[in-house]
């Protein structure tokens, strides 16, 4: 519990900072960084957090870490590096997303209480293409859906199968400077 209340905290704090460090910015320049994180995903424990970079009006870069307890058993890390294409204008309209994703799963088993517990790793990793639209009001806060699909190139390194397709899909919030 303690340390989900400081995740939380420290989650907060980078926002903070990210909204202070924004009075510095050029108000007639477009914005050219978005740092975002999932908030559906902070409910459920799952902690995520993206950095965007416009390199031009259509065209941005990517990159995200999300960390996170899927189960009481299953512990999940992943790491995104992906383009986007956007159609209207960076950070703002229907976009085209493709990157490379890298996920990396630890289930941990037991039979009954008492036993021993057994640890299998599972490394998923592949090109995924994404298809969303965002919104950018009052300048500075956005909000973004996406959905696609992750074609699976490395299959797990243990006994449980990987699966060939997996389909994905994220909302984010974030603050665009």
């Not at 910015?25 to 999932?38: G, K």
């Not at 995903?41 to 990159?63: E, I």
């Not at 899927?70 to 209207?88: E, G, I, K, M, P």
């Not at 009001?137 to 199968?161: D, F, I, N, Q």
Request: glycine share 6%.
């Amino acid at each position: 519990m303690a340390n989900t209340k400081s995740k939380t905290l420290a989650s907060i704090c980078l926002l903070l900072a990210v909204l202070d460090a924004s009075a510095l910015a050029d108000p007639t320049e477009s914005p050219r960084f978005e740092l975002a994180t999932d908030p559906l995903g902070l409910l459920q424990g799952r902690y995520a957090l993206a950095a965007t970079y416009a390199l031009t009006d259509h065209f941005a870069v990517r990159g995200s870490i999300m960390h996170g307890d899927a189960t009481t058993q299953l512990t999940v890390f992943r790491a995104t590096v992906s383009v986007l294409a956007y159609l209207d204008r960076a950070f703002h309209g229907p976009f085209l997303e493709a990157g490379y994703a890298w996920e990396d799963q630890l289930l941990e088993y037991s039979e009954s209480a008492g036993e021993p517990t057994e640890t299998w790793t599972i490394d998923l990793g592949g090109p995924e293409l994404l298809l969303g639209w965002q919104w950018t009001y009052a300048k500075h806060y956005s909000l973004s859906a996406t959905v696609g699909a992750m074609r699976v190139w490395r299959p797990a390194v243990s006994e449980l199968p990987a699966p060939t397709i997996e389909y994905e899909s994220y909302v984010n919030v974030g603050y665009v400077f």
